[in-house]
């Protein structure tokens, strides 16, 4: 359903609202903005697709937490009334008596036997806490130390919420809190203080904290199940982490010196980088910065998206027969073609009737070899991506150039030629 959501939000985006609001071109905005310009036609694109995210983002927040809240309430009522029952002399005896299988026992045994002590993990925080709050007003001038303070004060709860609802849901809130993150410091910073980059410096901040948190707990989880010791899986990820920190800005810089990274006509053209730059913008400008008409269609997206996650989930909680829930769109993937455009949608539909057709001509083998293709096809794409920049650092140009154009746009292209 996600493909076809991505396909929905394409034909809806850009094949109905997107025509109709340019012929309100001169009216609505200016007729001589350009079209990155987010006091335009751009500005619609981003700043509607923010609406649907952040109300999606809302409602899973708000979900995640009372469900994190009620499986911790239903968790600790079940504990009392267990220990109300057994003896508390034997409550290590009765503790393994839970453990329904060997199998589970051993994974827990080998898993307790190398945990990590609590006062590793309070002080390494605290330390790279610290370090944060000298470095990073250092490298951003407009966030202070206080800001920095605030949000590793904030992080660990939104971190504990994110982790514990990911391993309820399979689903990583993140990118949201993230967006959160930017409204708050932006604004709270100002707009003459520089407020834009400071909201997206912070988001960063907050991302890597929580996203980190998440992505841990799932590596400690799979080491539970694979007997890996929790210590080994730790010191991966720091050094995978630290690995990151010194490949991340050389690959950046890479493809920063061989493409126009940011350009909306670009190979890279970076849509997020325009989504969060426009949320950043909301949070110093406030809805004055809005082009015309935009705040009363977001607050319609905004509501939609709420209004689709309450039906889904209500009609995955009380129509079992029919599982209509299924075919009820996510409004975050809807909102991706927004700006990013149709092409995007297509590419994951062509992929997923490729997979539809060879499961109805053999399942077993489509569910055996699709992910092992699906994976061969993303990372060819992605390693062509490094001869790809070498080639247009080094002034290659390709012998031949293939591009696809509108009725209208081939017509005058015919016109001109045709002398």
Not at 282 to 308: D, Q, R, Y
């Amino acid at each position: 359903m996600v493909n076809i959501s991505l396909l929905i939000g394409a034909i809806f985006s850009w094949g109905i609202m997107w025509p109709l609001i340019e012929k309100r071109k001169g009216d609505w905005y200016s007729a001589t903005l350009s079209a990155s310009s987010l006091h335009g036609i751009q500005g619609y694109r981003i700043f509607l697709a923010i609406a649907m995210m952040l109300g999606d983002g809302l409602f899973h927040v708000v979900y995640m937490l009372i469900k994190t809240s009620h499986s911790l309430i239903s968790h600790n009522k079940k504990k009392k009334e267990t220990s109300s029952i057994v003896n508390p002399a034997t409550s290590d005896d009765s503790w393994t008596s839970e453990i329904a299988t060997y199998d589970e026992q051993r994974r827990s045994e080998f898993f307790l036997k190398d945990q990590i002590p609590n006062w590793v993990a309070f002080l390494g925080y605290i330390v790279l806490a610290l370090i944060s709050v000298i470095v990073v007003p250092l490298i951003f001038d407009q966030l202070k130390w206080y800001h920095i303070f605030v949000a590793y004060l904030i992080a660990p709860v939104l971190a504990f919420c994110n982790a514990y609802g990911c391993g309820l849901t399979d689903w990583s809130l993140a990118s949201n809190y993230g967006k959160i993150a930017i409204i708050i410091f932006s604004a709270w910073v100002g707009l003459d203080h520089g407020g834009v980059l400071a909201g997206l410096a912070s988001c960063g901040v907050m991302m890597s904290i929580v996203s980190t948190a998440s992505d841990l707990m799932q590596d400690f989880k799979t080491g539970y199940l694979t007997l890996a010791s929790p210590r080994s899986m730790f010191f991966s990820q720091v050094f995978g982490t630290a690995m990151g920190c010194l490949m991340s800005p050389l690959v950046f810089w890479f493809f920063y010196k061989a493409y126009s990274v940011g350009d909306p006509t670009g190979s890279y053209p970076a849509p997020y980088g325009l989504m969060y730059r426009g949320i950043a913008l909301l949070g110093v400008e406030g809805i004055s910065s809005l082009p015309k008409n935009c705040l009363a269609l977001a607050i319609t997206f905004f509501v939609a998206a709420i209004v689709i996650n309450v039906a889904r989930e209500l009609l995955m909680k009380y129509e079992t027969k029919y599982k209509i829930y299924r075919f009820v769109p996510s409004p975050m993937c809807m909102a991706i073609p927004f700006y990013l455009g149709a092409y995007f949608a297509i590419d994951m539909c062509v992929g997923s009737l490729i997979l539809f057709v060879w499961e109805r001509y053999n399942r077993q083998k489509a569910k055996e070899f699709g992910p092992a293709v699906a994976s061969g096809l993303i990372c060819g794409d992605s390693l062509w991506g490094v001869p790809a920049a070498v080639l247009s650092l080094a002034g290659v140009s390709a012998p031949i150039c293939m591009k696809f154009l509108s009725a209208g746009s081939n017509a005058k292209v015919d016109a001109f030629l045709g002398g």
